[in-house]
């Protein structure tokens, strides 16, 4: 009996990084001969196996050799009602982005899986490995959302090329984004070229990476025009027609209401608008708004929306031409790329000079 359960009993990756007190992605490197791991850690890994009788599961090899052909998109952030992922209007943000990497892929044969993990704390780096160790991917592409901590991903990318989309982590790794800051701060630097100087900001949910990013450009460009930074010009919302209407009544309300709003999105924006209309203003005589995103929404309003469009269609086609090179590249230490693409302001009907 005692026989049988000793061969039961079988070592895992996990069992050996916790013994090493290091990563799984760690442990996985040195038993892989990878030189990116230091000497002392790699002899204390290779004794800890053959100590514990360890074999290594396919994972490792499968990845060396690199030909399922599938490329695997993650979408990672805590699942959150203030994540934006679960709010139907980000989707028009993420859709040219699947749409890009998706037929980039296809034009090269590869296929393309997408999933959504749910990350919080200490269960990302063993999410992450899972869910890559069971799609077989040859390479990953990593959306990200928020402003967690990913720095687990340096260590997987020396095995298994990784690229994010959305946001730069580190120098380490190759990254695709949309200058997000710049977006906001040329929205600002329009408004005060027409004159406005009570300029506020119904913002996104700052757990999001985009959110807190535009918000800074905003703060940047009103210090760049001259223009004073009041609190209570800034309006959390959540991404949602909703929240826009919300921000806006709460502006109104002030003693001193604004002359333009800048949304962080088109969605919040068009609840801006509604409630612009029940108090009987008019756009933009009386108040003038922009959004961001440029989605459809801003061209059918009426009056039609300024707005800042994002080149995200070509930003997932640059990023899956990436991930190809990577995979074919020979080494492992081949040199990473780190793009920034720049946004459109489109002016439309929604802006003029203040009137007061």
């Not at 979408?75 to 982005?97: D, H, Q, R, V």
């Not at 921000?247 to 003693?255: E, F, I, R």
Request: glycine fraction near 6%; aromatic fraction near 8%; hydrophobic fraction near 40%.
């Amino acid at each position: 009996m005692k026989e049988k359960e000793k061969r039961v009993i079988k070592t895992r990756l996990e069992d050996l990084a916790r013994e090493a007190n290091v990563s799984k992605a760690t442990v996985s490197l040195a038993l892989s001969g990878n030189p990116k791991v230091a000497a002392k850690t790699v002899e204390l890994i290779t004794k800890l196996a053959a100590e514990h009788n360890y074999t290594p599961n396919s994972f490792a090899r499968r990845l060396s050799k690199r030909t399922s052909e599938t490329v695997s998109l993650f979408m990672m952030g805590k699942a959150t009602e203030y994540s934006g992922w679960l709010i139907p209007s980000s989707w028009l943000f993420y859709n040219p982005i699947f749409k890009g990497v998706s037929l980039t892929l296809s034009d090269k044969n590869y296929q393309f899986s997408f999933e959504f993990i749910d990350l919080d704390g200490k269960k990302r780096e063993n999410n992450i490995i899972s869910h890559a160790q069971s799609s077989s991917a040859d390479g990953l592409l990593i959306l990200i959302i928020d402003e967690s901590d990913y720095s687990f991903l340096e260590s997987l990318d020396a095995f298994l090329p990784i690229i994010t989309i959305n946001k730069k982590l580190s120098d380490t790794l190759s990254s695709f984004e949309i200058d997000n800051f710049k977006g906001a701060f040329d929205v600002v630097n329009y408004l005060a070229s027409l004159g406005h100087r009570k300029i506020a900001h119904i913002c996104g949910p700052f757990p999001s990476y985009n959110a807190v990013d535009r918000f800074n450009g905003y703060v940047a460009s009103l210090r760049e025009n001259g223009v004073t930074f009041r609190e209570d010009y800034v309006v959390e919302g959540d991404w949602n027609i909703e929240s826009g209407r919300e921000g806006m009544k709460t502006l109104l309300n002030l003693p001193e209401p604004p002359t333009a709003v800048f949304c962080g999105n088109d969605h919040m924006t068009i609840g801006a608008m509604e409630v612009v209309e029940e108090a009987g203003l008019t756009i933009p005589r009386d108040i003038s708004l922009i959004g961001y995103d440029d989605t459809e929404m801003s061209r059918v309003v009426r009056p039609k929306l300024s707005s800042v469009s994002q080149p995200l269609e070509k930003l997932g086609r640059m990023a899956a031409n990436e991930i190809l090179r990577r995979i074919t590249a020979k080494s492992v230490s081949d040199s990473k790329k780190h793009v920034v693409l720049p946004p459109l302001l489109v002016k439309r009907d929604s802006c003029c000079e203040p009137s007061r």
